[in-house]
T-cell receptor
Framework: KAGVTQTPRYLIKTRGQQVTLSCSPI?????VSWYQQTPGQGLQFLFE???????NKGNFPGRFSGRQFSNSRSEMNVSTLELGDSALYLC?????????????FGPGTRLLVL | DQQVKQNSPSLSVQEGRISILNCDYT??????FLWYKKYPAEGPTFLIS?????DKNEDGRFTVFLNKSAKHLSLHIVPSQPGDSAVYFC???????????????FGQGTILTVHP
C-alpha cells in the first residue's frame, strides 16, 4: 500500500498570504489528522477529520482551517500568514477514528513564511 | 501544561547495547501509547504501540513497557544499531468519551545516537 502523501513538500510564502496544503491518506483510511511541528512547540495537534466531518480541533487560531473530501483526501488552509507559521506541517491517517488506532504520518510540508 | 514528557533530550549508546527511552504522562485519561521515530524534515515513522490494558508489547528489537500506576512508559531497543540514530517521540491518546478522536499528544522527543 502506498503511504500518506503530502503536497507540496516545500513552500515559501510571505506574510499576509494564504496557503493550502494537501494530504492523501493511505488507501482505505478514513481519518486524517494534521499536526504542526516547530522547534519551540514540538508536535502539536491541529485538527482531525473523519468522513468529511471535523471531529476534533487543537488550540490554534481560526486562521487555520481544513476540510476533507468524499475520497478522504484532506486539505488544510492557513490564511493571513504570520512569521510564526513557519513549520513542518504533518498529516496522519488511520483506518478508523477509534481511540486505539495507529496514525501513520506523511513526509510533511515544510512552510517558510518570509 | 505538558501532559507527555520526555525528560531526556538526548541519549548516547554503543552499538549492540540496550537503548532505553523514557516517557512520563500526567493525564489519567490516556489509554493508548505510541512510539515514533523521526528524521529531520521527515514525517514520524510508527514503531510500536501499547494499550493501557497491557504492561508490555514486543516487536522484534523494540519493546515498550507501561507502568500505569507510575504513569510511565519506556521503549527498549535491543540490540541498538547505528541506523536507530534518530529522534524518538512518545505519543498518547485519550479516551474521553470519544471527544479525543485522532488527537495524539506528543512528548518533546529524545535524540538517540548509536555509536559504532
Amino acid at each position: 500500500k502506498a503511504g500518506v502523501t503530502q503536497t507540496p513538500r516545500y513552500l515559501i510564502k510571505t506574510r499576509g498570504q494564504q496557503v493550502t496544503l494537501s494530504c492523501s491518506p493511505i488507501s482505505g483510511h478514513r481519518s486524517v489528522s494534521w499536526y504542526q511541528q516547530t522547534p519551540g512547540q514540538g508536535l502539536q495537534f491541529l485538527f482531525e477529520y473523519f468522513s468529511e466531518t471535523q471531529r476534533n480541533k487543537g488550540n490554534f487560531p481560526g486562521r487555520f482551517s481544513g476540510r476533507q473530501f468524499s475520497n478522504s483526501r484532506s486539505e488544510m488552509n492557513v490564511s493571513t500568514l504570520e512569521l510564526g507559521d513557519s513549520a513542518l506541517y504533518l498529516c496522519a491517517s488511520s483506518s478508523l477514528a477509534g481511540v486505539q488506532e495507529t496514525q501513520y504520518f506523511g513526509p510533511g510540508t515544510r512552510l517558510l513564511v518570509l | 501544561d505538558q501532559q507527555v514528557k520526555q525528560n531526556s533530550p538526548s541519549l548516547s549508546v554503543q552499538e549492540g547495547r540496550i537503548s532505553i527511552l523514557n516517557c512520563d504522562y500526567t493525564n489519567s485519561m490516556f489509554d493508548y501509547f505510541l512510539w515514533y521515530k523521526k528524521y529531520p524534515a521527515e514525517g514520524p515513522t510508527f514503531l510500536i504501540s501499547i494499550s493501557s490494558i497491557k504492561d508490555k508489547n514486543e516487536d522484534g528489537r523494540f519493546t515498550v513497557f507501561l507502568n500505569k500506576s507510575a504513569k510511565h512508559l519506556s521503549l527498549h531497543i535491543v540490540p541498538s544499531q547505528p541506523g536507530d540514530s534518530a529522534v524518538y517521540f512518545c505519543a498518547a491518546k485519550a479516551n474521553a468519551g470519544g471527544t479525543s478522536y485522532g488527537k495524539l499528544t506528543f512528548g518533546q522527543g529524545t535524540i538517540l545516537t548509536v555509536h559504532p
